[in-house]
C-alpha cells in the first residue's frame, strides 16, 4: 500500500495518472524496514529466542499516508485519487497495529525514522524512478 502510493505521486506528477485505491479509512502500523532491521539484529543478540513484536505501536488511516505523500509534492490527494470498492479486502481488519513494548523492555528498541521521513525517502527514490527530480518538487515542509 504505502509503496503504491508514493509510486502514484509520482505517476501524477510525471503524467496525470489517478490513483485507485479502497478503504480509505483502514488504518495501519506504518514503519521503516531499517528499523526493523536494527529489531532483527538486536534479537539475534539476546542469550535466549523469544517471540518479540515489531512495530511503531502507532496506526495511520490511509488517507493520512494520502496527506503526508500529496502533501509533500504540494498536491491535494483527493484530487488524484479514486476509491473503488474492487480495492477493498473481504476480510479487512480496520485497525492493525502492533504493540512493541517487550521489545522496547527487553531489547532497548525503539523506532528511530518517523513516519514522515520514510513517506519523503520513498517518494524521492519513486519521483527519481519516474524521471523527476525530488529536489525540484519536494515543498520545504517535506524536506529534512
Known sequence: MTRKVTRGVAAVLAGGERLRLGNLDA????????????????????DSASDFVIGT???RTVRELLETAFGMVGLEWAAWVDTDSAYVRPAEV???VADPAKAREQLGWIPSISFRSMIREMLE????TAGLEPEDLLTPEAKP
Open 27 to 46: 488504518r495501519r502500523d506504518w514503519g521503516h524496514a531499517r528499523d526493523f532491521v536494527d529489531a532483527m539484529w538486536l534479537m539475534l543478540q539476546q
Open 125 to 128: 527514490v519513486d519521483l527519481r
Open 94 to 96: 480496520p485497525d492493525l
Open 57 to 59: 505501536g502507532v496506526s
